[in-house]
């Protein structure tokens, strides 16, 4: 696994470096010109742009798309401004990625030639999906499906529905069986939706762990459970809630941790050890309770599709070296995080490193630059870093305008 900041910093000393020579050559190349120098002169100060197009173009990079929910509906989730976007700008993403020259593949098919050092097609894009929200199925599946884009989706055991009988999605209106009206979007994937994505072979069903939960790592008190915030802090009541958490959202208030719930210093679940009144659990405990939840989700999760699960993806990225390890020694192939990586021939094979999609990338609402940026971000995630330039203003444009908003 690659050192994020490190990774980043790359790009950007890349593109500043691109960047900054252009400027120059510009400037050099048109005072050449005005002081009457011969025409093949102004070319000179170009040269350190042609000497760093092979820093700039380095393809063989994958992005591994990482999405969490889609739909028209996403006010039940308190965080759905960061993780949410509308089926039409999902519709969108996957057109440009038909349409465009870039190769939808698998995860397994990622994974496997990195493994192997098998080919993959020219511009190999990769599409997952965290959580296992019930847009997934009503939203996400149809249109993965109208585009024959393939995806994982990563589901959490507590929160998978126990029903068996799929809901109404958007491929029901298409079909006349049903209208706008029976569509529901809050809540998650339930058993019968999950089997139907498994028949279908084009949605996997990987491993995301079993509470998406967060430990505390010190008595500090941080945050105080409250009226404005128990959704925000909805892993307080995960944490009090024993076994099935997906209706957890379905209360007014909460159930499990109340008001006045004192909210401590967290971090995710897997890749702390956690801190209670009686101490602090030894490693030995933490590698313990790690190893119990890799084996429930293998085993659980199997049951539930019939089919081995390969990949696991720590959530809120809560991976470290270790606990990567402990995962491929408990029979995972892979495991997923953030932004750690391209996903290059010579990584390691097996992690993968993900990078989130989304829409409003300038900090607001505009279909044709959130089209240009996901262009953009694709492309540099494959390995064209030029794409990086407008990549960069975007997310600029992105930090001014909530700068603006949090202004008094």
Same mark, same amino acid.
Request: aromatic share 10%; charged share 25%.
């Given at each position: 696994?690659?050192?994020?900041?490190? *990774?980043?910093?790359?790009?950007?000393?890349?593109? $500043?470096?691109?960047?900054?020579?252009?400027?120059? #050559?510009?400037?050099?190349?048109?005072? !050449?010109?005005?002081?009457?120098?011969?025409?093949?002169?102004?070319?000179?100060?170009?040269?350190?742009?042609?000497? !760093?197009?092979?820093?700039? +173009?380095?393809?063989?990079?994958?992005?591994? $798309?990482?999405?969490?929910?889609?739909?028209?509906?996403? /006010?039940?989730?308190?965080?759905? =401004?960061?993780?949410?976007?509308?089926?039409?700008?999902?519709?969108?993403?996957?057109?440009?990625?038909?349409?465009?020259?870039? &190769?939808?593949?698998?995860?397994?098919?990622?994974?496997?030639?990195?493994?192997? @050092?098998?080919? $993959?097609?020219?511009?190999?894009?990769?599409?997952?999906?965290?959580? #296992?929200?019930? =847009?997934?199925?009503?939203?996400?599946?149809?249109?993965?499906?109208?585009?024959?884009?393939?995806?994982?989706?990563?589901?959490?055991? +507590?929160?998978?529905?126990?029903?068996?009988?799929?809901?109404?999605?958007?491929?029901?209106?298409?079909?006349?069986?049903?209208?706008?009206?029976?569509?529901?979007?809050?809540?998650?994937?339930?058993? /019968?939706?999950?089997?139907?994505?498994?028949?279908?072979?084009?949605?996997?069903?990987?491993?995301? @762990?079993?509470?998406?939960?967060?430990?505390?790592?010190?008595?500090?008190?941080?945050?105080?459970?409250?009226?404005?915030?128990?959704?925000?802090?909805?892993?307080?009541?995960?944490?009090?809630?024993?076994?099935?958490?997906?209706?957890?959202?379905?209360?007014?208030?909460?159930?499990?941790?109340?008001?006045?719930?004192?909210?401590?210093?967290?971090?995710?679940? $897997?890749? &702390?050890?956690?801190?209670?009144?009686?101490?602090?659990?030894?490693?030995?405990?933490?590698?313990?309770?790690?190893?119990?939840?890799?084996?429930?989700?293998?085993?659980?999760?199997?049951?539930?599709? @019939?089919?081995?699960?390969?990949?696991?993806?720590?959530?809120?990225?809560?991976?470290?070296?270790?606990? *990567?390890?402990?995962?491929?020694?408990?029979?995972?192939? &892979?495991?997923? /995080?953030?932004?750690? #990586?391209?996903?290059?021939?010579?990584?390691?094979?097996?992690?993968?490193?993900?990078?989130?999609?989304?829409?409003?990338?300038?900090?607001?609402?505009?279909?044709?630059? =959130?089209?240009?940026?996901?262009?953009?971000?694709?492309?540099?995630?494959?390995?064209?870093?030029?794409?990086?330039?407008?990549?960069?203003? /975007? *997310?600029?444009?992105?930090?001014?305008?909530?700068?603006?908003?949090?202004?008094?």
């Amino acid at each position: 696994m690659q050192d994020r900041p490190r *990774h980043r910093r790359r790009r950007l000393a890349l593109a $500043l470096g691109w960047a900054g020579a252009l400027a120059v #050559g510009v400037i050099a190349g048109g005072s !050449l010109a005005l002081g009457g120098g011969h025409a093949a002169w102004w070319l000179l100060p170009f040269l350190p742009l042609l000497a !760093l197009h092979p820093l700039m +173009d380095r393809p063989g990079g994958v992005p591994v $798309l990482m999405y969490h929910s889609v739909s028209s509906e996403p /006010g039940w989730l308190p965080w759905a =401004d960061t993780i949410s976007l509308r089926p039409e700008a999902f519709e969108r993403q996957l057109r440009i990625l038909r349409s465009r020259g870039h &190769a939808p593949i698998s995860l397994g098919h990622l994974v496997e030639s990195r493994r192997t @050092g098998g080919a $993959l097609p020219a511009r190999p894009v990769v599409v997952t999906l965290d959580d #296992g929200y019930l =847009d997934n199925w009503v939203a996400a599946w149809p249109l993965l499906r109208r585009y024959r884009v393939p995806a994982t989706v990563f589901v959490s055991l +507590d929160f998978i529905e126990p029903d068996e009988r799929p809901r109404p999605n958007l491929d029901d209106i298409d079909a006349g069986r049903a209208t706008a009206d029976d569509l529901r979007w809050a809540g998650y994937l339930n058993r /019968g939706e999950i089997a139907r994505l498994v028949d279908e072979g084009l949605v996997d069903i990987q491993a995301h @762990g079993t509470d998406h939960g967060r430990v505390e790592i010190g008595p500090e008190e941080c945050d105080v459970v409250g009226p404005t915030n128990w959704r925000r802090l909805a892993w307080v009541q995960w944490r009090a809630m024993e076994g099935a958490k997906w209706g957890w959202h379905r209360t007014d208030e909460p159930v499990a941790a109340p008001y006045g719930t004192a909210v401590r210093r967290n971090e995710p679940a $897997l890749a &702390a050890r956690r801190w209670t009144p009686r101490g602090v659990e030894t490693a030995r405990e933490w590698e313990e309770r790690l190893r119990g939840v890799l084996r429930r989700c293998r085993e659980e999760l199997a049951t539930l599709t @019939g089919n081995t699960v390969r990949f696991f993806c720590w959530p809120e990225h809560g991976v470290t070296r270790q606990t *990567h390890e402990i995962a491929i020694e408990e029979g995972f192939e &892979a495991t997923c /995080g953030g932004d750690l #990586g391209e996903n290059r021939p010579g990584d390691d094979p097996t992690f993968v490193g993900r990078v989130h999609s989304g829409e409003r990338i300038l900090g607001f609402s505009m279909d044709w630059a =959130d089209d240009l940026l996901f262009h953009a971000k694709l492309r540099t995630h494959q390995g064209c870093y030029y794409w990086f330039v407008p990549l960069l203003a /975007g *997310h600029l444009c992105a930090r001014w305008m909530r700068s603006r908003r949090s202004r008094p």
